[in-house]
């Protein structure tokens, strides 16, 4: 999966359908500031899990998500791609996968 507009253009509307199924629709206010205008950057974003501490291991369990940002206060809120069913196909050994949300 590589990021284009066309990746950003369908997380966007997969993000507003879900909030929408949630909240019946209406704004999308950021949690500090009210705010109801996000930037997404031109990227994933990858969280790693750690099973212990301080060591960092890299290539273990792993969240993939895409990042929104409030255009007011530059609150960050990460978005994982599973529940949005935008989850890479061969990819399940990663976390937020949809199969283990789904039902
Ligand atoms: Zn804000």
Redesign the pocket.
């Known amino acids: 999966m590589n990021w284009d507009e066309a990746t950003a253009q369908d997380f966007i509307k997969k993000l507003e359908e879900a909030v929408k199924r949630k909240r019946g629709g209406g704004d999308f206010p950021?949690?500090?500031?009210?705010?109801n205008e996000w930037e997404v950057p031109p990227g994933f974003t990858i969280s790693t899990l750690q099973s212990e501490l301080p060591n960092l291991s890299l290539g273990g369990p792993s969240i993939p998500s895409i990042p929104i940002i409030?255009?007011?206060?530059?609150?960050l809120a990460q978005i994982a791609l599973g529940p949005l069913g935008m989850f890479p196909k061969g990819e399940k050994a990663m976390l937020g996968a949809q199969s283990e949300h789904a039902n």
């Open positions: 950021c949690p500090l500031c009210t705010n409030c255009k007011n206060c530059g609150f």
